[in-house]
């Protein structure tokens, strides 16, 4: 990690002195709780190198998105926020995994697709599930069970003790939200 801190501030050699203070105050957090983080990350997954990874995904955030940080802030805090929702992100990502593997299990060897098929389907789930997450319940609740149970919008309304009017508002809010979200993945990725 110390050389990821090291090349990625030796690139920037013409560094304003508010540039230089966050390159310290980045080398100092890492300096002085890079271990503490490890132990607690360690303690949390039960895995070292899981532990080693998260903490190192956690500094990484830092430096992909430095910000100058008061002397009122306290770092562990921070660091910890930062870290639980990467171990939210690990822990999400297994249960994907797990049931991805579930749904392979039920499928003929003949049809299981290549191990790079897999992460990239693997990855889509995920991207996904990130976008879904951040629908509201009711929204989310009613695109799935229309799409994963071919539910109709009249069943939708029974099971979330809506009307069929409010089931097509969900479904056109959660539609547009996917759009939007999808635009933006396009975007990113172009």
């Not at 110390?2 to 966050?22: D, G, K, P, T, W």
């Not at 300096?31 to 070292?48: I, P, V």
Request: net charge neutral; aromatic share 8%; hydrophobic share 50%.
């Amino acid at each position: 990690m110390r050389m990821v801190l090291i090349l990625f501030y030796a690139q920037n050699n013409s560094m304003s002195s508010a540039e230089h203070a966050l390159q310290q105050q980045m080398h100092t957090l890492y300096s002085n709780h890079h271990g503490w983080l490890h132990g607690w990350l360690r303690k949390k997954l039960g895995c070292a190198f899981q532990a080693e990874d998260l903490a190192h995904d956690t500094f990484l955030r830092l430096i992909v998105r430095p910000r100058q940080l008061d002397a009122a802030y306290d770092p562990r805090a921070y660091l910890t926020k930062i870290a639980q929702g990467l171990v939210i992100d690990l822990w999400r990502r297994q249960e994907i995994e797990r049931a991805w593997l579930v749904t392979l299990a039920a499928h003929p060897a003949s049809l299981v697709p290549s191990a790079e098929h897999q992460a990239i389907i693997i990855e889509t789930l995920m991207e996904v599930d990130r976008v879904l997450t951040q629908l509201p319940d009711k929204p989310r609740r009613a695109l799935l069970l229309a799409h994963l149970h071919d539910m109709t919008y009249a069943e939708i309304a029974s099971e979330l003790e809506v009307s069929e009017r409010m089931v097509k508002k969900y479904m056109a809010q959660a539609m547009l939200h996917c759009l939007l979200n999808g635009a933006a993945f396009k975007a990113a990725m172009a």
